[in-house]
């Protein structure tokens, strides 16, 4: 069989090939074995080389479908400390959620501490499951604190000689998730001896989206096909969904989009809703309320009228039906996602309306059975003049949506990604979160690695997401931070929240690689609680998921917690985005891609500088979209922070940062940094040796050798691209070295 051998673009002078990608130092048979030889082939033959050559490369996964809830048995030492807990459990009703609950709480005893709860009442040795109207009636002197919606209280008490174990809320649903609660104290070693914990949401809604197709492929997803579709319909076992459910519900979910938001029109068609019921009814038991993405245009799609003109009474109409139909059968249903007017979907622009002429005529056919509306804010011309610099994508979403501000009915809420561009691995918090005072807003996390690794390389994101949620708008010069403007905490919004594109799949991993899934865990904590430290959920998850060892829990931690920093290094430091190929795969590197075209995620790089001028005063004004305080910190080069100069700022490369260093002296040593940071992942990993079980360490291993040669070729390709446009070398002569290098490879193959 013939090598493939990946090249550094033309000789210098040459176009330089944005398909093309760099493997300077990697040996020749990785890129075969791992994805050089099928990143230029078509799609389907990827897809087939990389399934067949990868499955030989690694073993077979470890089935892992209960993630970090495996309640690996504790040791008798550990297991001492919880003699004390009752031995009975009694549920003080009988719905399907406290149902869950009780179940749960029996199998987590038994599997963690060897015990078998019995179900049935004991007047002295009792876990007491139920809400706290119930609870009043069962022990009328228990002292009740007052929880809002979804909040549970665990508590440990005495009563006239009763010894009582007390897991209570407002809702069944809100006891299930303190049946989680204290599983998951007792799985991390905490102590429950006189437990008193009141824990409330923080914000209503805490959504996950599924970009799943009918056809059971997932858009932007990389653990598998779907598990909710196959072939065009829903899939008879459903099985997986039910467990889907269950791991949510585990970290405080309340709601799941279970389709693309690119959606299929068919999924509204009459002899499709009950096959949705049936998915439904999976998450019912979890109390995980399922949700749709819809296509604007469905009713003209489907035939039934000749328009979608949201104004249009048929239309109005048309969609009470359609909300009728289902709520008949999904008596639960949690409402619809919608996007529109982006990307080619169709939408209200097309007869002249807004976004909240569109996202209303929904909403009123929802409000009647409570349902909601997601109003995606991602919505921009993907057509724009590259050559016009005072084009901006940046500016769409504020552009658009900001002077329909309080024209939207209380039952939408506007869903506005993290950053203003499309998820990339460093962006600015959207302006648009201080833009839409009287409007109901949620933020929008990509869960699913798509500008970051795709679950191939490590990249634990919530310290990204934290920098955004704590990030400070000062709105009025007041603190104002992200966090409490999605949560409805400002300004009196009576609804907020949080929607997470989490893509799994029947990957026995859900997102196929096993530590991929502490950023769906790090999203239902955050989700629940924007206020915990990144260390402390990382924490979390790691004892849940790979147990107590110290060397285990600290070795896991420190990769996990280190890994965006790394993963920036070596791609797009400085504000730059991850310079993928963006009109194609938006993992290898190809930052030409990016440029010339009308996506609008440039970087203006040239033979004098880099970065866009997003400035008031010379710029495309972008940064005049934010509050006085924050337009003054970005707009002016001295008080602007380094890791995000390229993305407001053209700058010569002889820019010197903050640091101390010149630009293209930061993103020669940064990738070359974020090099060894990944080659160390791999020395990192290997002391695990023996502590971790083997059928994981070996899953995990060829991973991080992976990312290892990865992390040259993004190293080598983005440092020559930089070093050919500027002409300027680096300081430690390595560029011109690895140039001649790539010339020598390409002359071998």
């Not at 206020?531 to 959920?537: G, K, V, W, Y």
């Given at each position: 069989?013939?090598?493939?051998?990946?090249?550094?673009?033309?000789?210098?002078?040459?176009?330089?090939?944005?398909?093309?990608?760099?493997?300077?130092?990697?040996?020749?048979h990785?890129?075969?074995?791992?994805?050089?030889?099928?990143?230029?082939?078509?799609?389907?033959?990827?897809?087939?080389?990389?399934?067949?050559?990868?499955?030989?490369?690694?073993?077979?996964?470890?089935?892992?479908?209960?993630?970090?809830?495996?309640?690996?048995?504790?040791?008798?030492?550990s297991?001492?400390?919880?003699?004390?807990?009752?031995?009975?459990?009694?549920?003080l009703?009988?719905?399907?959620?406290?149902?869950?609950?009780q179940?749960?709480?029996?199998?987590?005893?038994?599997?963690?501490?060897?015990?078998?709860?019995?179900?049935?009442?004991?007047?002295?040795?009792?876990?007491?499951?139920?809400?706290?109207?119930?609870?009043?009636?069962?022990?009328p002197?228990?002292?009740?604190?007052?929880?809002?919606?979804?909040?549970?209280?665990?508590?440990?008490?005495?009563?006239?000689?009763?010894?009582?174990?007390?897991?209570?809320?407002?809702?069944?649903?809100?006891?299930?998730?303190?049946?989680?609660?204290?599983?998951?104290?007792?799985?991390?070693?905490?102590?429950?001896?006189?437990l008193?914990?009141?824990?409330?949401?923080?914000?209503?809604?805490?959504?996950?989206?599924?970009w799943?197709?009918?056809?059971?492929?997932?858009?932007?997803?990389?653990g598998?096909?779907?598990?909710?579709?196959?072939?065009?319909?829903?899939?008879?076992?459903?099985?997986?969904?039910?467990?889907?459910?269950?791991l949510?519900?585990?970290?405080?979910?309340?709601?799941?989009?279970?389709?693309?938001?690119?959606?299929?029109?068919?999924?509204?068609?009459?002899?499709?809703?009950?096959?949705?019921?049936?998915?439904?009814?999976?998450?019912?038991?979890?109390g995980?309320?399922?949700?749709?993405?819809?296509?604007?245009?469905?009713?003209?799609?489907?035939?039934?009228l000749?328009?979608?003109?949201?104004?249009?009474?048929?239309?109005?109409?048309?969609?009470?039906?359609?909300?009728?139909?289902?709520y008949?059968?999904?008596?639960?249903f949690?409402?619809?996602?919608?996007?529109?007017?982006?990307?080619g979907?169709?939408?209200?622009?097309?007869?002249?309306?807004?976004?909240?002429?569109?996202?209303?005529?929904?909403?009123?056919?929802?409000?009647?059975?409570?349902?909601?509306?997601f109003?995606?804010?991602f919505?921009?011309?993907?057509?724009?003049?590259?050559?016009?610099?005072?084009?901006?994508?940046?500016?769409?979403a504020?552009?658009?949506?900001?002077?329909?501000?309080?024209?939207?009915?209380?039952?939408?809420?506007?869903?506005?990604?993290?950053?203003?561009?499309?998820?990339?691995?460093?962006?600015?918090?959207?302006?648009?979160?201080?833009?839409?005072?009287?409007?109901?807003?949620g933020?929008?996390?990509?869960?699913?690695?798509?500008?970051?690794?795709?679950?191939?390389?490590?990249?634990?994101?919530v310290?990204?997401?934290?920098?955004?949620?704590?990030?400070?708008?000062?709105?009025?010069?007041?603190?104002?931070?992200?966090?409490?403007?999605?949560?409805?905490?400002?300004?009196?919004?009576?609804?907020?929240?949080?929607?997470?594109?989490?893509?799994v799949?029947m990957?026995?991993?859900?997102l196929?690689?096993?530590?991929?899934?502490?950023?769906?865990?790090?999203?239902?904590?955050?989700?629940?609680n924007?206020?915990?430290?990144?260390?402390?959920?990382?924490?979390e998850?790691?004892?849940?998921?790979?147990?107590?060892?110290?060397?285990?829990?600290?070795?896991?931690?420190?990769?996990?917690?280190?890994?965006?920093?790394?993963?920036?290094?070596?791609?797009?430091?400085?504000g730059?985005?991850?310079?993928?190929?963006?009109?194609?795969?938006?993992?290898d590197?190809?930052?030409?891609?990016?440029?010339r075209?009308?996506?609008?995620?440039?970087h203006?790089?040239?033979?004098?500088?880099?970065?866009?001028?997003?400035?008031?005063?010379?710029?495309?004004?972008?940064?005049?979209?934010?509050?006085?305080?924050?337009?003054?910190m970005?707009?002016?080069?001295?008080?602007?922070?380094?890791?995000?100069?390229?993305?407001?700022?053209?700058?010569?490369?002889?820019?010197?940062?903050?640091?101390?260093?010149?630009?293209?002296?930061?993103?020669?040593?940064?990738?070359?940094e974020?090099a060894?940071?990944?080659?160390?992942?791999?020395?990192?990993?290997?002391?695990?040796?023996?502590?971790?079980?083997?059928?994981?360490y070996?899953?995990?291993l060829p991973?991080?050798?992976?990312?290892?040669?990865?992390?040259?070729?993004?190293?080598?390709?983005i440092?020559?691209?930089?070093?050919?446009l500027?002409?300027?070398?680096d300081?430690?002569?390595?560029?011109?070295q690895?140039?001649?290098?790539?010339?020598?490879?390409?002359?071998a193959?």
């Open positions: 069989m013939k090598k493939f051998v990946r090249w550094n673009g033309p000789p210098r002078g040459q176009k330089y090939n944005a398909r093309a990608s760099s493997e300077l130092a990697c040996d020749k990785v890129s075969m074995k791992w994805a050089g030889c099928f990143r230029q082939a078509p799609i389907w033959f990827s897809i087939a080389i990389f399934c067949s050559v990868g499955s030989l490369a690694l073993p077979a996964a470890e089935s892992d479908t209960d993630a970090w809830l495996r309640y690996s048995a504790l040791d008798a030492s297991a001492k400390q919880y003699d004390q807990l009752p031995t009975r459990v009694e549920v009703d009988d719905s399907p959620v406290l149902k869950s609950a179940h749960e709480l029996i199998e987590g005893i038994s599997r963690m501490l060897g015990r078998t709860l019995r179900a049935g009442s004991d007047r002295r040795d009792v876990f007491l499951l139920g809400t706290l109207a119930e609870m009043h009636q069962r022990i002197g228990l002292k009740l604190p007052e929880l809002r919606a979804e909040g549970y209280w665990l508590k440990a008490d005495q009563i006239s000689g009763e010894k009582f174990f007390v897991i209570a809320s407002s809702t069944d649903r809100g006891v299930l998730y303190g049946v989680f609660a204290l599983l998951s104290k007792i799985a991390r070693r905490e102590t429950v001896t006189n008193d914990d009141a824990e409330t949401p923080y914000a209503p809604l805490r959504w996950v989206n599924q799943d197709n009918l056809d059971g492929s997932i858009e932007r997803g990389y598998g096909p779907s598990i909710f579709f196959a072939d065009g319909k829903v899939r008879d076992d459903l099985k997986r969904a039910g467990d889907y459910a269950r949510l519900a585990s970290i405080g979910i309340n709601g799941c989009t279970i389709n693309n938001v690119n959606a299929d029109p068919r999924i509204l068609r009459d002899d499709f809703i009950p096959q949705i019921k049936r998915i439904a009814d999976a998450f019912r038991p979890w995980v309320q399922l949700a749709l993405s819809v296509d604007l245009g469905s009713p003209k799609a489907l035939g039934d000749d328009t979608f003109d949201p104004l249009d009474p048929k239309v109005a109409e048309w969609w009470k039906k359609k909300v009728d139909e289902i008949q059968q999904i008596p639960n949690g409402g619809f996602v919608v996007k529109a007017d982006s990307e979907q169709p939408g209200p622009s097309t007869y002249g309306r807004t976004p909240a002429d569109a996202a209303n005529v929904i909403a009123r056919a929802l409000k009647p059975h409570g349902g909601l509306v109003y995606r804010a919505v921009y011309n993907h057509h724009l003049d590259w050559q016009d610099l005072k084009a901006d994508r940046a500016k769409a504020y552009d658009i949506f900001h002077p329909l501000d309080g024209k939207f009915d209380d039952n939408v809420i506007i869903q506005i990604k993290n950053g203003p561009i499309d998820f990339q691995v460093r962006e600015p918090a959207s302006p648009l979160f201080a833009g839409v005072p009287h409007t109901n807003e933020i929008e996390l990509q869960i699913t690695q798509e500008y970051t690794g795709q679950q191939r390389q490590l990249c634990f994101l310290p990204m997401w934290k920098e955004v949620l704590d990030f400070d708008m000062r709105i009025g010069n007041e603190a104002t931070p992200v966090k409490e403007l999605v949560a409805g905490r400002v300004f009196h919004r009576p609804l907020g929240g949080f929607a997470g594109v989490a893509n799949g990957d026995a991993n859900w196929g690689s096993p530590l991929a899934m502490a950023n769906l865990y790090g999203f239902g904590r955050l989700a629940w924007p206020n915990l430290s990144a260390e402390t959920i990382i924490e998850w790691t004892r849940q998921t790979f147990g107590n060892d110290p060397l285990v829990v600290h070795t896991i931690d420190a990769m996990q917690l280190s890994s965006w920093h790394t993963y920036e290094n070596y791609t797009g430091p400085l730059t985005g991850t310079l993928t190929f963006i009109t194609g795969n938006h993992y590197p190809a930052p030409e891609s990016s440029e075209n009308g996506w609008g995620q440039w203006r790089a040239d033979h004098n500088g880099i970065g866009m001028d997003r400035t008031m005063a010379t710029g495309t004004g972008f940064i005049g979209q934010y509050p006085p305080a924050v337009q003054k970005y707009e002016s080069l001295d008080t602007c922070p380094d890791n995000l100069l390229l993305f407001f700022h053209h700058v010569p490369y002889t820019y010197v940062l903050h640091s101390g260093k010149t630009v293209i002296q930061y993103i020669y040593d940064s990738h070359y974020g060894e940071q990944a080659a160390g992942l791999v020395a990192q990993w290997k002391t695990l040796r023996g502590h971790v079980d083997q059928q994981r070996n899953d995990v991973r991080f050798e992976y990312q290892a040669k990865e992390a040259i070729v993004w190293r080598d390709t440092c020559d691209w930089i070093y050919r500027s002409g300027i070398p300081q430690k002569g390595r560029i011109r690895a140039s001649t290098f790539a010339a020598d490879l390409r002359r193959s």
